[in-house]
C-alpha cells in the first residue's frame, strides 16, 4: 500500500488541504466540508506549510465506544493470547515493510531520520515484542492465572485462585504529540494481547502520522473487527460515554490528567484511568565520575542525546544534569563542545541535519516562555540564546525560516541548586539546566526535588556510591538507568522506554504504568480471586488442580498390561487435564546410593558417611540423592517407546520434601496440568504434576515436568 501524499496549501489557502479521517465503526469517517471552517490546520514544523485539518465535527462517540464494547469485544474474544500475538508479530512485519512511507510522513512533524527511527521503529518493537511474550509467557487460552492456588481445607476439598479476565469495554487512548507512532502502539499492543478493543486519539499537531500508521494497520487485512478505531480531533467530554468496563491511557500535560481525575466517570463511575504526565527527569554524575573517564564522557554524550533526539521533545529527555559541584563548569564546556561539533539543525530533509524544529510553532513558542521563567527563576545561560536559530533549508542553504518551529539547544547553570524554578519548570524542548551538589545525599536530595519522575540516570562505576544513589531515588522514579563503562555502548539510553519494563513513574509524572511486559497486558484485565472444589478451579483456570478428578492409566499401563492408555501414548488432540499414570514402588538400596555417588562424583557426606549424615538435623542418617530419585521417577513414568511425546524440556518448582533412606520404596504419580497448543507449529507444551511419595505416601519430591506433545 502507498500512503496518499497530502495536498499542501497555505494559511490563506485550505481548501486544497484534506479533512484528516478519522476510522470509526469498521469505516473511514471524514466530518463534513462545512467542518473546514473551524477545523484546525496542521503545519509542516519545518516549513510552516498547511498539511491537513483536523476535526471531529458530528463524529459520534458513543457510537464508537458501544462499537468496540460489541464487534471489537466479540471479534478479539474469539481469539486467545497466542492467535492475538501472532497478529501482533504480522502487524509488526507489515509495518516494517512500508516503515519507508511512515518516515517519509514523519519529516513533516520536524523528526529527523533517526527520531522516525525511535518513533517509527520503537512502535513496531514494541508490537513485536509483545508478539513473543504473549507467546512465550502466557497461555494459549483467554484468562492469566495469577500465583499459585491456596488450599483453603485440610481435605483439600476448597481452594482459592487468582485470575485474570479482560474487562468487557474499551481501552481509550489519549497521546501527546511527540511521538504519533510509537505512543499509539505502546497502548495498543497490550490491549489488543488482553482482548480489549482500542479507540486512539492522537494530538492533533502530529495527527496525520498517526492516522498514515493506522491506514496501513487496517489495509493490512490483519485487525479484528472492531479492535482498533481512530478519532482524529478533538473529543472533548469523552469520559461521559465511558464506565466501569473501560481503561482510559492519558499521555499529556499534568493539568490536563488533573481535570480526567477529577471527572465523576473516575471518582464514583469506576473507570480506570493511568496517566503519564509531566517529568523532570534527572541524570546524575557520580562523584568518581571525573573528567577524563569513560562515565564522564558516557555521562555528556547521554545529556545531549537527549536534548537533541527530537528536538528535546520527548517525556524522557534529560531535565535537571546534577553534577557534584566542583565540576559544573567541566560539565557545560564538554556540553557545549559535543552540541557544537555534532548538532546541526534544519529541516530534517536536507543532508547533514541532526535535529529538527519543535512540532509546531506553537510548542517553540511554550518552550521559550519556559526558558524566560527558568532564567526569571534564577537560572543563567550557558549555551545557546533565545534568538532565532540560523537553520540548514531544505535546498542546503543556511538561513533564518521564520515559518519553521526551529530552535537551537539551550544549557542554562543554576547556582543555588535549591532554585523551585529548576525542580518544577519544564522546558519541552532542546533545553536542560546543570545545578551542583555537595554530596550523595545532596544528590539525591536534589534529585527527589522533581517531585516525582519518569527515569533518572547515575553515571558511576562506583558500587557504594550507585547503590546510595539508587536506594535514595528509586521510590521516586519509575526507572532508573546504571550508565557505566561496561553498557555505555550497550545501553539502550536514558530517554528510551523498552516493552519490556514499565514506563510511567510516581507523583508528577502522572502514577501510571505503561509497558512492562506482561504488566501492561494485566492493566487492562481484572484480577478476581475464585474459591471452589478442585474440579472448579480446575474447569476455570485451564490448570488441573491437586483433587480434581482424573483420568488414571494405572501402573500396568506401563508395561501394556492395563486396558487403560498411558498419557503417553495420547497426541495432544486426545490428551486431557487430569490424565494421569501411577507408577509401581521401587525400592532404594544402599548399593543404589553408593553406585550413584561413585558414578557421578556427587559424594556429599550425606550420601556417602553415616555417622556425619546422622549428626546432620535434616537427615536419619545416610539418604539417597534427590537426583537419583528423580531420575528413577522417570524410569517409573516414562512409556519407551516412540510416540506423541517429542521431547523432555525441563523440570521447574522442584522441591525435595522427605529424605528416602536405604530400604524405602518410592512411586510417582504424574497428571496432565496443562495443555499448551502452539499456534504455529505441529506440536503443544504440556505440564505434568509429579509426585514422588516413599512407601508410607509421603511426598518425597514435587516438580513439574514439561514436554513437547506432537498434535496428531
Not at 138 to 162: C, K, Y
Not at 246 to 258: K, L, N, P, Q
Not at 302 to 314: C, D, L, P, R, Y
Not at 346 to 365: C, K, W
Request: overall charge negative.
Amino acid at each position: 500500500m502507498t500512503i496518499e501524499t497530502p495536498t499542501r496549501g497555505t494559511a490563506a489557502s485550505t481548501t486544497e488541504v484534506r479533512l484528516l479521517p478519522s476510522f470509526v465503526r469498521g469505516a473511514w469517517w471524514s466530518p463534513e466540508p462545512a467542518a473546514r471552517a473551524s477545523a484546525t490546520p496542521v503545519r509542516d514544523a519545518s516549513t510552516g506549510e498547511v498539511i491537513s485539518l483536523v476535526s471531529s465535527d458530528g463524529l459520534d462517540v458513543q457510537a464508537a465506544v458501544d462499537y468496540a464494547r460489541t464487534v471489537g469485544q466479540k471479534s478479539l474474544g474469539a481469539l486467545t493470547f497466542h492467535q492475538r500475538a501472532l497478529v501482533l508479530k504480522a502487524l509488526g512485519a507489515y509495518l516494517t515493510e512500508h516503515k519507508a512511507e511512515l518516515y517519509a510522513v514523519s519529516t513533516q512533524t520536524g523528526a529527523t531520520k533517526r527520531d522516525s527511527g525511535v518513533d517509527v521503529d520503537g512502535g513496531i518493537g514494541v508490537l513485536f515484542t509483545y508478539g513473543s511474550k504473549g507467546r512465550r509467557e502466557l497461555p494459549n487460552s483467554t484468562i492469566i492465572v495469577d500465583g499459585a492456588p491456596e488450599n483453603l481445607a485440610r481435605d483439600n476439598s476448597f481452594g482459592g485462585q487468582h485470575v485474570y479476565t479482560r474487562v468487557p469495554g474499551v481501552a481509550f487512548q489519549v497521546n501527546a504529540f511527540n511521538f504519533p507512532v510509537w505512543g499509539m502502539l505502546e497502548k495498543f499492543a497490550p490491549a489488543f494481547l488482553a482482548g480489549v478493543p482500542s479507540i486512539a486519539k492522537p494530538a492533533t499537531p502530529t495527527a496525520y502520522l498517526t492516522e498514515a500508521c493506522v491506514r496501513l494497520m487496517v489495509s493490512s487485512g490483519l485487525l479484528t473487527s472492531g479492535s482498533l478505531q481512530l478519532i482524529s480531533g478533538s473529543v472533548r467530554g469523552f469520559l461521559d460515554h465511558l464506565d466501569l468496563r473501560d481503561r482510559v491511557g492519558f499521555t499529556g500535560s499534568a493539568s490536563t490528567a488533573r481535570s480526567l481525575f477529577e471527572h465523576a466517570n473516575v471518582i464514583s463511575g469506576g473507570v480506570g484511568l493511568t496517566a503519564e504526565t509531566d517529568s523532570l527527569n534527572a541524570a546524575i554524575l557520580g562523584p568518581d565520575a571525573a573528567p577524563g573517564t569513560p562515565e564522564f564522557d558516557a555521562f555528556v554524550a547521554s545529556v545531549v542525546t537527549e536534548i537533541t533526539s527530537k528536538a528535546g521533545q520527548k517525556c524522557t529527555c534529560i531535565r535537571r544534569v546534577i553534577v557534584p559541584r566542583g565540576r559544573v563548569d567541566d560539565v557545560i564546556d564538554a556540553v557545549a563542545a559535543r552540541i557544537t561539533a555534532r548538532t546541526v539543525v534544519g529541516d530534517p530533509r536536507a543532508e547533514g541535519v541532526t535535529m529538527g524544529p519543535l512540532a509546531s510553532l506553537e510548542q517553540r513558542d511554550e518552550v521559550w516562555r519556559s526558558v524566560e521563567a527558568l532564567l526569571a527563576g534564577g537560572g543563567r545561560i550557558a549555551f545557546g540564546s533565545l534568538e532565532t536559530a540560523q537553520t540548514v533549508r531544505s535546498d542546503g542553504s543556511v538561513g533564518v525560516i521564520p515559518e519553521g518551529a526551529f530552535m537551537a539547544p539551550i544549557v542554562l547553570r543554576f547556582d543555588d541548586s535549591d532554585a523551585p524554578a529548576v525542580h518544577t519548570i519544564e522546558a519541552f524542548g532542546p533545553v536542560c539546566s546543570v545545578i551542583g551538589y555537595d554530596d550523595i545525599d545532596d544528590a539525591v536530595r536534589l534529585a527527589n526535588l522533581g517531585g516525582g519522575s519518569l527515569v533518572a540516570t547515575i553515571a558511576s562505576i562506583d558500587p557504594v556510591a550507585v547503590a546510595t544513589l539508587f536506594g535514595g531515588i528509586a521510590p521516586f522514579h519509575g526507572r532508573v538507568l546504571v550508565l557505566d563503562r561496561d553498557d555505555a555502548r550497550t545501553s539502550t539510553g536514558h530517554g528510551s522506554p523498552v516493552p519490556h519494563l514499565v514506563h510511567g513513574g510516581p507523583g508528577r509524572a502522572g502514577g501510571g504504568e505503561e509497558l512492562g511486559g506482561i504488566r501492561a497486558v494485566k492493566h487492562f484485565m481484572q484480577r478476581t480471586a475464585v474459591q471452589g472444589t478442585p474440579a472448579v478451579l480446575t474447569a476455570l483456570t485451564g490448570e488441573w488442580r491437586a483433587g480434581a478428578p482424573t483420568i488414571q492409566a494405572g501402573a500396568g499401563a506401563i508395561t501394556g498390561a492395563s486396558a487403560a492408555e498411558h498419557p503417553f501414548r495420547k497426541p495432544l488432540s486426545r490428551l486431557r487435564l487430569g490424565d494421569a499414570v501411577a507408577s509401581a514402588p521401587r525400592e532404594i538400596t544402599l548399593d543404589d546410593i553408593s553406585h550413584f555417588a561413585e558414578f557421578t562424583g556427587d559424594t556429599f557426606y550425606a550420601h556417602t558417611n553415616e555417622e556425619a549424615a546422622a549428626a546432620n538435623p535434616f537427615f536419619p542418617g545416610r539418604v539417597a540423592h534427590g537426583y537419583l530419585l528423580l531420575s528413577w521417577a522417570a524410569g517409573l513414568f516414562v512409556d519407551p517407546e516412540p510416540g506423541p511425546v517429542l521431547a523432555n524440556y525441563g523440570l521447574e518448582n522442584l522441591r525435595f520434601v522427605t529424605p528416602v533412606s536405604p530400604g524405602d520404596s518410592v512411586h510417582v504419580t504424574l497428571t496432565v496440568e496443562q495443555i499448551t497448543p502452539r499456534e504455529n507449529e505441529e506440536y503443544g507444551e504440556v505440564r505434568w504434576d509429579a509426585v514422588l511419595r516413599n512407601q508410607r505416601d509421603e511426598p518425597v519430591a514435587t516438580y513439574d515436568v514439561l514436554t513437547l506433545v506432537s498434535k496428531e
